[in-house]
């Protein structure tokens, strides 16, 4: 009788903590479903506007959003960016956005050039620079050329532009302005609808901005010549390129050989270059856009304006 009474006494402490783990397990249900927002899925889910990736500006303090993409494709607001300039009306001041988009696209004869989000041509500005990037159009000349601008957080929308080539520089009066290869972009006042180029060649100073941020309808022989010091007499057969100025063990490093043209693994990433004799450097794969020959190691590629721009090399 005692050894029955001690069963049921056993039984009856299983069922009360068997009641007890279950009531636990279900509040922590409820508390992760809590976590979750609307749909319940918790810390796992990703949020529709999570940016594609995010970039530090020229200044170090912009924090840009760069998604893959059109606006419309990203469902922008109506009336907002790039939209907030209707067609048929001068860009004459510039305006802070809250997005920009970024297409290469056709207009005129340009092909490619860099439009907005609403088709007009952006423009790029000789007296300016690219390494280190800098706006000289200030005053009266941004009037006519109206600076693309963002605000800190802004969204730029990139459609046939690499995210690595583009950019934000700070300008003299505080503002931020998007750059293209380095180069800031800027809107023609002249420029009534889509598709208008009447900014092009003006004073020879101000072209389209191709994808590259190199000129838009210039020929590939108006580009510098390279100097008679830089030809290629001892030419190098592979190459150590190095994320990091000053051939930094800090930073990834990725090895090019071969003979002839050769595109590298990771483009757009180089700082410094090991090298034993010579080689050229193109800016896009398969040695096209701009290039630049050195021989040598180079322990700093933006003394050259080189920097972050090596997608292929040729060798021999």
Known sequence: MFSTDRRAS?????????????S?????????????????????????????SATPGADGSMDLALKSGTARQNNAPARTGDWANQPGEAASRPVQRKWVQLSAARAGELD????????????????????????TC??????????????????????GVNA????????????????????PVYRFSKDLKPGDTNGQGVGGTWFGVRPD????????????????????????????????????DDEPAQGVAGEGCQNVARPKVTSS???SGSMKLWSSPDCKGTSKVINGDVADLSTL??????????FG
């Open 164 to 183: 690595s080539d583009v950019g934000v520089v700070r300008r003299d009066d505080g503002t931020r302005q998007v750059t293209v290869g380095g180069w």
């Open 273 to 275: 270059i090991s090298v």
């Open 138 to 159: 200030n005053d009266a000349c941004a009037t006519t050329w109206p600076p693309v601008l963002v605000d800190k957080g802004s969204k730029i929308f990139v459609d």
């Open 10 to 22: 056993g039984t009856a402490t299983l069922r009360k903590h068997i009641a007890y783990f279950a």
């Open 305 to 314: 304006g080189f920097d972050n721009r090596i997608s292929s090399v040729t």
């Open 112 to 135: 490619p050039v860099v439009v907005n989000g609403s088709g007009f041509t952006l423009y790029r500005f000789d007296k300016d620079t690219a390494s280190p990037s800098k706006s």
């Open 24 to 52: 636990f397990a279900a509040a922590g249900a409820l508390l992760l479903s809590a976590c979750g927002g609307e749909d319940g899925v918790g810390a796992a889910r990703t949020p529709d506007s999570a940016p594609s």
């Open 213 to 248: 941020g190199q000129k838009a309808g210039a020929p590939a022989e108006d580009e510098p010549a390279e100097a008679p010091d830089q030809a290629q007499a001892a030419p190098a057969s592979s190459a150590i390129l190095f994320d990091g100025a000053g051939f930094s």
